[in-house]
Each structure stands twice: as structure tokens, then as C-alpha cells.
């Protein structure tokens, strides 16, 4: 099965010509490009991303979470402190996200520090989402052992309720994290397998920008 598989399959993929020196000198300005593009190409789901973390001894994990943002602050994404990704960044404040639009060959890499967001910040982020965010997000105990799907049906229930009656609830462990990126890299497919891979790197003095091997 997996060598019937093909990866950009024409008639599913658009391999587009990437010209690294057309980039602009920042990678944001790059990124916010390449996401309206995938959005634009159809891509599902071009706003979810695989986000990993190092626990205490460096062992990596990683799991996908959604973007909520991309500005001049960083990458955000939320989630709780008390889960396992949110204990991984209190012990490491380091990650790393991925992007891959399939629909267009692109791959994008993100690495750098993360902080939390002041706590009103983070409801109010949560706040401004929907019922079942909220509702999700009070049902807590995120990455904890569950003992049954009735215990998780029975809280999320009543959390269901509490988010509809009260729009504003808090949920105290979620939170709003930043990565700051001090490299981004963008990965454009090629038929050829010509890959073309452009990495900026921060510098005291803004963005540098280099190639590298595919
Ligand atoms: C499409 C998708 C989007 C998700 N978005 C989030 C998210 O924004 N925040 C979050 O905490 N978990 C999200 N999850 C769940 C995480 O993948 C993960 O199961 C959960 O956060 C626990 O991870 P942890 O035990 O490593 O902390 C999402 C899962 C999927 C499949």
C-alpha cells in the first residue's frame, strides 16, 4: 500500500517556481504570503501545525495545535500550562513548529523562544473564540489519565453549560504562548526534486537569508 502512494500527486499538488531573491528581507512578510496563498489554493486545514517541545531531560515530543496568530510579536498558539506540552515549555522554553501545505509542496519550519501571555491576555484570546473552545478549554485536566469516556462526557457536559451561560468564564491554565522565531525556513517542492530550501536567521542587525541543500 504505502508504494502505491505517491507525494504530490499531479491534479492534487501545484508546484509553483519559487524565487528565493524575490523574498522579502523578513520571513513574517513570507509566511502571512504563503498562508493566504495556501488558503486560497484550497489547502484544509492550513492553520493547524505540529508544535514540538523537550521535556526536562531533552526528550522530544510533539503533537499539532492551531495557529492563532502571526505578527512582529511571533507565532501564538494556546493551550494549558499544566499539560504536557505546557510543563515541557516551562522547563524549556524552546520549540518548534511545522507547517505542511501539501496542496502547494510547501513546508514551513519555525524554531525559537517561547513566553506566555499575561494571563488576562490569554482568556481574552480564548474568549474571543467559540463555545466549544471554551468549553474545551474548561473541561481542563489536559494530558492527565482519564479513567473513562463517561467521567470525560460527564464534565465536559456541565463545562459545555458553564461556557454557554457564561461567555467570559476563565479557564486559569490556558494560555497564550509566543515562539519568537530566530529561524524560519521555507521549503518550496520542485518536480525535479530540486527543492529549494530558504532559511532566514536572526541577526543583531534583522534577518540574514541562505540556501540550503534539499
Ligand atoms: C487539528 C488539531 C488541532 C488541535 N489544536 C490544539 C490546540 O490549539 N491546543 C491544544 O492544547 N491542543 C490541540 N490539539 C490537541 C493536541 O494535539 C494534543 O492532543 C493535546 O494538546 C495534548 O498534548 P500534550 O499532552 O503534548 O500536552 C489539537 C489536535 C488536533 C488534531
New binding site residues.
Given amino acids: 500500500m504505502l508504494r502505491s502512494l505517491r507525494v504530490w500527486a499531479p491534479g492534487v499538488t501545484e508546484l509553483r517556481p519559487f524565487d528565493p531573491d524575490k523574498a522579502p528581507p523578513a520571513p513574517l512578510h513570507l509566511f502571512t504570503t504563503w498562508f493566504a496563498e495556501a488558503v486560497e489554493a484550497g489547502q484544509p486545514?492550513p492553520h493547524?501545525m505540529s508544535l514540538a517541545?523537550t521535556d526536562a531531560d531533552g526528550r522530544p515530543?510533539a503533537?499539532?495545535?492551531?495557529l492563532?496568530g502571526a505578527d512582529a510579536d511571533g507565532w501564538s498558539?494556546?493551550?494549558?500550562a499544566t499539560?504536557?506540552?505546557?510543563r515541557?515549555l516551562t522547563a524549556r522554553p524552546y520549540a518548534a513548529l511545522v507547517f505542511y501545505w501539501p496542496v502547494l509542496g510547501r513546508q514551513v519550519r519555525v524554531r525559537g523562544t517561547v513566553a506566555a501571555a499575561p494571563s488576562p491576555e490569554s482568556q481574552a484570546d480564548l474568549h474571543a473564540r467559540s463555545t466549544g473552545a471554551l468549553a474545551a478549554a474548561l473541561t481542563g485536566r489536559?494530558?492527565e489519565e482519564l479513567a473513562s469516556l463517561e467521567e470525560l462526557r460527564e464534565v465536559s457536559l456541565a463545562a459545555w453549560e458553564r461556557a454557554r451561560d457564561n461567555p467570559a468564564e476563565p479557564s486559569p491554565t490556558w494560555t497564550l504562548y509566543r515562539l519568537r522565531p530566530d529561524a524560519v525556513e521555507f521549503f518550496q517542492g520542485e518536480p525535479e526534486r530540486r527543492h529549494v530550501r530558504l532559511e532566514y536567521r536572526r541577526t543583531e542587525f534583522g534577518w540574514s537569508r541562505r540556501l540550503l541543500w534539499p
Fill in positions: 486545514e493547524t517541545t515530543d503533537r499539532i495545535v492551531m492563532h498558539f494556546a493551550s494549558h499539560s504536557r506540552k505546557g515541557d489536559q494530558s
